[in-house]
Structures are given as C-alpha cells and as structure tokens.
C-alpha cells in the first residue's frame, strides 16, 4: 500500500488563474507489490511538487508558465518547468 497526502492551493480571478500542489508519498516496504506498481518509487517516502500560473489574453487565447518536479524515494529530482499557450478557435 501506499500512504499520500497533497495539500492544495488555487487562486483564480481578473483573468488570472495559479494552482500549486505539493505531494508526499509514503510506502513501507512491505508486501509483494514491485516497484513499477508505485511509479517506480521505492519503499520510503517520494515527492512531487507542482505549480501553475496562467492569465487569459484574449478571447481564445490563454498563456501560462508551469513547474512539475519528481522525486521517488531513493532517487534524484526530475523536473519540467515551461510556457504554454492555448488557442481555442
């Protein structure tokens, strides 16, 4: 099994939206379960940390700078970090 808890945060008006995200993870270790079933995390307790903020430019158009980072237990941080853009037509 494995235990997690992921407090929130979302903040939307005036054309802006920001959403943040931190999770932690725990698995003790025990049971049969591989690693792969976990997402490859490995007993002990991983990480995952997110954010968002984005503001709506035009009828159709959104803009918005992300952050997404990743690390299982036992292992190194990965991380993304970019902008996006959205067009609805």
């Not at 920001?18 to 025990?30: F, L, N």
């Not at 997402?39 to 997110?50: H, I």
Request: net charge neutral; charged share 15%; aromatic share 14%.
């Amino acid at each position: 099994y494995m235990l997690e808890a992921g407090p929130h945060i979302s903040f939307s008006g005036g054309g802006w939206t920001a959403t943040a995200r931190v999770t932690a993870g725990y698995i003790p270790g025990e049971g049969d379960l591989p690693a792969w079933f976990f997402d490859g995390s490995d007993p002990g307790v991983s990480w995952r940390a997110s954010g968002r903020i984005g503001r709506s430019m035009a009828s159709g158009l959104d803009i918005s700078l992300f952050y997404w980072g990743r690390r299982p237990a036992g292992s190194q941080w990965s991380q993304r970090a970019g902008l996006e853009g959205t067009v609805n037509f």
